[in-house]
């Protein structure tokens, strides 16, 4: 049985798998640029984040209706499930549906449907984060922002993906300040093909409590002082890495060192259909690779819970649960 663990940075659409993309398509009558499964599968070999991202955003055109998003949620929650997930904190980009005239209502609805008793069902709690795509305007995600109000009783957080170099974190100072006075939490992808200073300017600008990624954190030894000592999760992910050149082999990944430099660091599957591992296939891959120890990892387990935006008492029934685990 798989260590009980959070997954804390997961984008709901990267969990679309070619099979369930060419059902939705035939569904919904959307014509997609591949063959077949095999051919599309093919497709996921990435040169880095950018020619990723035109891949990813190209085969949203198949969800397009509220039982699309529920079906893709369904299929993400019942493979977590046997994957030891016990919380999961799922990303969803409404700007990449609602520019293709996909409603709001119509993304965050059929999520809804998925996820509102998903501890009942699954055994996993879940909470959305909505995701601005930084590569567009400010005025874009603050009209994102205003589409949400009368959602927020759904949303416990507003983050920032999309491609990183030549976007900063500051761009998006006036949303995220909105953000905050509307009750959300704030966490923000930083540091993985951006630079060390954009993490410092996510926490400074933004107000973040979580870095997404942040493995360049380890460019700048006073950053990685502040993190160990203001306990600044990062949500990292190796697969990812790895699949996006960012990190050449999983033997060359920083998480070993970031753990035994005291970074509150956790391990999590991203874009998990394109990148080849659901969170559990990254502990497996992780461990192997770095030679990780039976305390290395529970303390990604422990810290996947304690960097959580999840109520004290299910903190500790989760920390319980892990207490008890055999590895």
Not at 74 to 94: K, M, N, Q
């Amino acid at each position: 049985m798989p260590v009980p663990k959070a997954e804390l940075h997961l984008h709901i659409e990267g969990t679309l798998e070619p099979e369930l993309a060419f059902a939705l398509a035939e569904r919904d009558g959307t014509e997609l640029p591949f063959a077949s499964v095999e051919e599309l599968r093919a497709a996921y070999r990435f040169e880095d984040l950018q020619s990723f991202l035109d891949l990813y955003y190209r085969l949203t055109d198949v969800l397009q209706t509220e039982q699309d998003f529920t079906d893709l949620a369904e299929a993400y929650l019942s493979r977590a499930s046997a994957e030891g997930v016990r919380h999961a904190e799922i990303f969803f980009d409404p700007q990449a549906h609602t520019a293709r005239g996909v409603p709001f209502a119509t993304v965050i609805d059929g999520l809804w449907k998925a996820l509102y008793d998903s501890e009942q069902r699954y055994g996993i709690s879940t909470a959305l984060i909505m995701c601005f795509l930084r590569d567009l305007s400010a005025e874009s995600a603050l009209e994102t922002l205003n589409a949400a109000e009368p959602y927020l009783d759904r949303i416990v957080a507003v983050g920032l993906d999309s491609a990183e170099v030549g976007h900063p974190p500051a761009k998006f100072a006036a949303v995220y300040r909105r953000a905050r006075e509307l009750g959300l939490r704030a966490v923000a992808h930083a540091g993985e093909e951006g630079p060390a200073a954009y993490v410092a300017e996510a926490l400074d600008v933004l107000g973040v409590e979580r870095i997404d990624h942040g493995i360049r954190v380890l460019e700048d030894p006073m950053l990685v002082e502040r993190l160990v000592r203001e306990r600044i999760p990062l949500t990292v992910c190796p697969f990812s890495n790895v699949r996006l050149r960012v990190v050449d082999r999983l033997a060359d990944h920083p998480l070993r060192r970031m753990l035994d430099l005291g970074l509150v660091a956790t391990v999590n599957s991203d874009d998990p259909a394109y990148f080849g591992g659901y969170v559990h296939e990254n502990f497996d891959g992780i461990q192997a690779a770095l030679d990780l120890t039976v305390d290395h990892l529970r303390t990604l387990a422990r810290n996947s819970f304690e960097a959580s935006f999840i109520d004290e008492p299910t903190r500790a029934r989760y920390l319980a649960e892990l207490d008890a685990y055999t590895f």
